[in-house]
């Protein structure tokens, strides 16, 4: 379906004559407090500083304003002192970090870095607003366009199956479905990124003439965040549309689920087996149909209450789940089925979106996101029929695009409380993730909100949500497109990914054995050390059982391999726990494009295929059959070291790595400190009083260990502790700086034990030779090993 079609004649007369008459001649610039309004090729332009390196840039046709609110900017401009200068028909703001150029003539805009380094050229006459009835709403088809670079690599724009990193000479239709997450987004390797706050189905072209956002609007409105490299940029877009905040610990062990647990017995069973086998596990997962069945149909779809026979009892359901030390998510979807009561009350204060959503011929309908009050009725329900009656401890959103079942061009003219559907849809998970997020943090401030949810924009990140790449299919080829998808959408600024591990579909493996054939287990295995690496590592999938007990027996390879793996995750829950704090306090990121801490080194800039794993470990996930040796690019400006044999290698360099089924390609960067937890059964189960930590020589490096009390929100009232270790590498000396911060439950007196990693002698597969023990109680001591 084309959206850009949509024309009234007598409406493009009458804009087009306007334009003409209102024409190219451009008006004197007036000043405002930090920035300037002008009026140039029938556009009202207004360009404000919001901070010392975001700009924001506001244009719409003359004579007809228009007032945005924003669905994703929660900044607020700050006092920024602007300089300003005059000359014929170019302005000059600038302020500490940031030089803008402007040509009020041709309606152009250049960036600028303080040295004067052009970094980013708005178009002369680049910016097209085309007149278009939106469902009787006078509106336009909205174009900006850029400039860039002949060589110039970005990033970004969405999570994009096609298996590619760098965005350029590339076309996309933005549209939010199942496997596409889209936002009109892209950062630049020269330190800058553009958000163009636009919610409708778009466009996204590059090309040698310029890279260009198309949508639906009233306005172009565009952010230009300069951050001097991605780390700077994505400080800046969380500045601009919220950080993320920390997650609790649980939330970053193993997760169990299968579509779906049919009783509450079922899913209980499940984590009674892992607990009997003694495999790590922290979150069983309840997926759809745990309602009513009304005459065996789905008009109760999503009554977000409990069928009396398959769940007789969910409180004790729930109860036992927490007894055996584990969470529980609960699903809940947009839309809503015929017969219940929540479709009821929406329909009645017409706060449903008109078209048929999941599941098929259910007549289930999603409400109305966009309405602050279909938001807090929404909550209403889920929180009296699960969450305050339950006490679950977070969310799977599904359907967040939502489905669309039998789709007419007619449902995007559909209204919704801020337009025609077309023009807002991609912000349907973004809305619907924050009326759950902000109104369970007013419920209740003891669990941080955990979402689990299929779909994103920018601004998402500020909720507390962890996107999944949707209902992939189980192959080697959609393993491998998950990796550079994953990172450009981190690289949106938005920390939270993961996959299902195995991949959703998976009915072509059953012909040949199932969970017993040797391709699907060796994928499975695969896929599971690259979710050991995620910010969130989540077994789930139709067709096969994904339980571990299902791949064999213990001692037989696969299940070993699994178990290898999860272990091998909950080992790096100190690290893990603290690059959260890292991503929430410091504005980091957990999956890292080797591009991000390498951009000196110009082959990082196309490499979509490996990506640092926090700021030391980096992951090369294996993604063919029976591959045991396996390319990786080591990064120039560091050395390395292979994690399983302390192997130690320069940087620069690309390296055939033993890559036995069992093992993932890892490598540690030198100058590492990283801690190592003790072996549990679940995340909490055991104090970190006796970490390992393990330096890998060959440069300085410092590693902060954060610690809280795992869950609620204390830790925004300061009530957290943070233990700085740096190493030097010519005294060979580690300093254990004094402990800051304090919190109830703290830990006063411990042990560390500090490994050195000797160089070409391993010991990944074995315990480390303790170099030194020493106790530790809060105050600064220095170890020369």
């Known amino acids: ?103 009020t003539e041709s309606g152009g805009i250049s960036f600028y870095d303080t040295s004067g380094k052009l970094l980013l050229k708005d178009k002369d006459y680049g910016t097209q ?43 996309h239709n933005m549209q939010n479905e199942n496997m596409s997450t889209y936002s009109p987004y892209f950062m630049s390797l020269k330190g800058y990124a553009v958000f163009w706050d636009n919610y409708s189905i778009s466009k996204f072209n590059d090309n040698p003439q310029e890279l260009s956002f198309e949508g639906l609007g009233h306005c172009s409105d565009y952010y230009f965040m300069y951050g001097k490299n991605a780390d700077g940029v994505i400080a800046q877009v969380r500045d601009l549309t919220g950080k993320a905040p920390m997650l609790p610990l649980w939330a970053y062990g193993f997760f169990q689920s299968k579509e779906r647990y049919h009783t509450q017995d079922e899913s209980l069973n499940v984590l009674k087996k892992y607990r009997e086998l003694q495999i790590p596990l922290d979150v069983v997962i309840q997926d759809w149909r745990y309602w009513p069945e009304y005459n065996k149909s789905d008009s109760l779809w999503n ?38 009561e929540q479709r009821k009350e929406l329909d009645s204060k017409k706060m449903i979106i008109n078209f048929d959503t999941w599941p098929p011929k259910s007549g289930a309908r999603p409400y109305d996101v966009y309405n602050p009050e279909a938001l807090d009725i929404y909550w209403r329900y889920l929180n009296k029929g699960i969450f305050s009656f339950i006490e679950n401890d977070g969310w799977w959103l599904d359907s967040t695009e939502p489905d669309h079942i039998d789709r007419k061009d007619s449902d995007y003219l559909l209204p919704t409380h801020l337009g025609s559907y077309r023009s807002v849809k991609n912000a349907y998970s973004l809305m619907h993730n924050k009326g759950i997020a902000l109104n ?74 199932g969970n017993k054939n040797p391709e699907f287990q060796e994928l499975y295995v695969r896929w599971m050390q690259f979710g050991a690496f995620c910010s969130m590592m989540r077994s789930h999938g139709t067709d096969l059982p994904r339980e571990i007990w299902n791949f064999g027996d213990r001692g037989t390879w696969c299940f070993d391999a699994q178990e290898k793996a999860i272990n091998l995750r909950y080992s790096l829950l100190p690290y893990i726990y603290s690059t959260s704090w890292d991503v929430s306090h410091n504005n ?49 400006g560091s050395n390395w070291y292979n994690f399983w044999t302390n192997e130690y290698l320069t940087g620069g360099q690309t390296v055939s790595t033993e890559t036995e089924v069992d093992k993932i390609p890892l490598y540690i960067k030198s100058g590492s400190i990283v801690p190592f937890g003790p072996k549990v059964q679940y995340a909490t189960q055991k104090k970190w009083d006796n970490l390992e930590i393990r330096i890998y020589p060959g440069a300085d490096g410092e590693f902060v260990l ?33 402990r800051e911060g304090n919190f109830p439950g703290m830990i006063k007196s411990r042990k560390f034990k500090i490994v050195i990693a000797n160089k070409n002698q391993g010991y990944g597969d074995t315990p480390a030779e303790i170099v030194k023990s020493v106790s530790y109680k809060g105050s600064k001591i220095s170890v020369k090993l």
């Open 1 to 103: 379906m084309n959206f850009f079609n949509f024309k009234s004649n007598r409406l493009i007369v009458t804009f087009f004559l306007y334009f003409i008459i209102a024409g190219v001649n451009a008006q004197a610039i007036e000043k405002t407090t930090q920035g300037v309004k002008f009026t140039s090729q029938g556009m009202e332009i207004q360009i404000e500083f919001y901070s010392n390196n975001i700009v924001r840039v506001y244009k719409s046709p003359s004579g007809i304003p228009y007032n945005k609110k924003s669905l994703s900017v929660v900044k607020l401009p700050e006092n920024v002192p602007v300089k300003f200068n005059e000359k014929g028909e170019i302005t000059l703001l600038e302020s500490n970090n940031l030089k803008v150029q402007i040509n």
């Open 129 to 171: 607003f085309s007149p278009l009835d939106d469902a009787g709403t006078p509106s336009y088809t909205v174009k900006e366009g850029f400039l860039l670079d002949k060589d110039e690599a970005v990033y970004g724009v969405g999570q994009i199956m096609d298996n590619k990193f760098n965005r350029r000479n590339s076309s």
């Open 303 to 340: 009554s977000q209450s409990f069928d009396k026979e398959r769940f007789p009892n969910p409180k004790q359901w729930a109860n036992e789940i927490h007894k055996l030390n584990a969470k529980l998510l609960i699903v809940t979807w947009p839309g809503f089925g015929p017969k219940t």
């Open 440 to 513: 369970q943090r007013k419920t209740n401030l003891e669990k941080r909100v955990v979402i689990l949810t299929r779909s994103g924009f920018i601004g998402q990140q500020f909720y507390g949500s962890n996107t999944w790449s949707g209902d992939v299919v189980s192959s080697w080829e959609m393993l491998q497109k998950q990796i550079p998808a994953a990172l450009n959408y981190t690289l949106m600024g938005i920390p939270n990914w993961n996959s299902d591990i195995g991949g959703f579909f998976a009915g072509h493996w059953k012909k040949d054995g």
């Open 588 to 636: 980091g990121t957990f999956m890292r494009p080797l591009v991000m801490d390498f951009a000196s080194d110009v082959k990082t800039h196309d490499i979509g295929n490996e990506y640092l794993f926090g700021r030391s470990i980096l992951v090369a996930p294996v993604t063919q059959y029976k591959s045991r040796k396996w390319p990786v690019y080591l990064p120039a």
């Open 706 to 738: 954060y610690e809280d009390e795992n869950d609620n929100y204390n830790y925004e009232k300061n009530f957290y502790s943070t233990i700085k270790f740096k190493w030097s590498d010519a005294s060979k000396t580690l300093t254990i700086e004094n």
